[in-house]
């Protein structure tokens, strides 16, 4: 395996060109290189070693062949560019599409759900489809070439969390474009599809790519929520959980947010939250949960949760029914300090459990919370 170097380390660490590095790659802007920070690296020290990766319209045929790489961040990122190293042919177009790693085993297999010929957005994470031969710029005396993309919108991954890649090219006639080896890299293997034999493999080796963009500040989800049939709601906690957009079940995150006088909280998302739509359910102490669902969150996160509580789920089970009605009156007359007080049986907040309290939990009585 013959090592090609790319360029010494400040022009790929710091993205600026030096005068070795023209001799080395001709590269095609050094604003393009400035604009990003690199997040992983498995290319500056590429191998003249091609492994093929590309596909021949229409798709289905013999020879298309498909490979996967694994990268992991040490921090939350904004991935914006990707850059590879490849040859075997000019491209008509590249596919970069972006895979979690399978359950148990993600250092060994991207999750797979579809064949690479057959896959909907569903079966990725997120994918990058590109006309013309992607910012090809040979790199004199080794017969490779150096290419890169920039992402239509970046993609936000958490940190320390095993991610895949896959990078195939388009060529004529057949499929001849080629990604190089890596002499470098976090796993000594790849993945590996071939029509010809439609069969999925782990194959021995690393692909030379790199990921670029910039770590993500802190990424905060920010609402209001207004405690029906209470008093001022300063220091009072909820629960906030966050939901793939439509999911039930055990929620993504579950983070406890103390409000504001005003019902204003604002929470942290751990780990970030890959940017999209997803749904968020709000649960308080007495009151019963809410969801809200379509929340767009970016790569800072997302503002304007509002909800408003319906209150009287004394036993928080998510029901208001005979149930809560039966504490409510084990604890009638009660006052801070009494044996039987209890604050989730204070529906109003006011210090005491009476009619008042009673008269909540009358008018909820038999309704429901979100799922």
């Known amino acids: 395996m013959k090592k090609i ?26 604003s393009v290189a400035k604009a990003a920070d690199i997040l992983f690296d498995q290319m500056s020290n590429p191998s003249s070693t091609l492994l093929v990766s590309s596909w021949w319209a229409p798709n289905g045929y013999d020879a298309d062949e498909y490979r996967w790489d694994n990268f992991l961040l040490p921090s939350d990122s904004s991935i914006s560019e990707v850059w590879w ?9 590249v596919t970069v599409r972006f895979y979690t790693g399978l359950a148990g085993y993600p250092d060994y297999q991207p999750t797979i759900t579809a064949l690479p010929e057959s896959e909907h957005s569903a079966d990725y ?28 919108s970046p993609l936000i991954l958490p940190g320390n969390t095993v991610y895949w890649v896959k990078i195939d090219g388009a060529t004529g ?51 209001t929520v207004a405690l029906s049939d209470f008093g001022d ?13 439509g999911a039930t079940g055990t929620p ?16 942290t998302a751990s780990p970030i939250l890959v940017a999209g739509s997803y749904d968020i359910r709000v649960k308080g102490e007495h009151w019963l949960a809410k969801r809200v669902s379509g929340v767009s969150v970016t ?31 084990t604890d009638f007359n009660s006052l801070i300090g009494d044996p039987n007080y209890h604050t989730w049986v204070d529906l109003n907040g006011d210090g005491v459990i009476d009619l008042t309290d009673y008269t909540v939990l009358v008018t909820n009585f038999n309704a429901l919370g979100d799922n």
């Open 85 to 93: 190293v490849g040859g075997g042919g000019v491209l008509n177009s």
């Open 5 to 30: 170097s790319l360029s010494n380390s400040s022009f790929l660490n710091r993205g600026q060109i030096t005068k070795s590095a023209l001799l080395t790659v001709i590269f095609v802007s050094s």
């Open 125 to 152: 994470l997120k994918g990058y489809s590109f006309s013309g031969n992607a910012n090809q710029s040979p790199i004199p005396g080794t017969g490779l070439n150096q290419y890169h993309v920039s992402l239509a």
């Open 233 to 245: 709601s300063a220091g009072q906690v909820v629960q906030v959980e966050v939901f793939n957009s």
């Open 173 to 223: 006639p057949y499929p001849s474009w080629r990604i190089a080896m890596s002499t470098h890299g976090r796993d000594a293997r790849h993945f590996h599809f071939s029509t010809g034999s439609s069969m999925f493999t782990a194959r021995s080796g690393s692909l030379a790519f790199q990921l670029r963009g910039t770590v993500t500040a802190p990424q905060t989800l920010s609402g």
């Open 299 to 329: 790569g800072s996160g997302a503002t304007g949760v509002d909800a408003t509580l319906t209150n009287g789920d004394v036993n928080g089970d998510n029901v208001i029914d005979l149930t809560d009605y039966t504490e409510i009156v």
């Open 252 to 267: 993504l995150q579950t983070h406890p947010a103390t409000l504001s006088s005003t019902g204003a909280f604002s929470v």
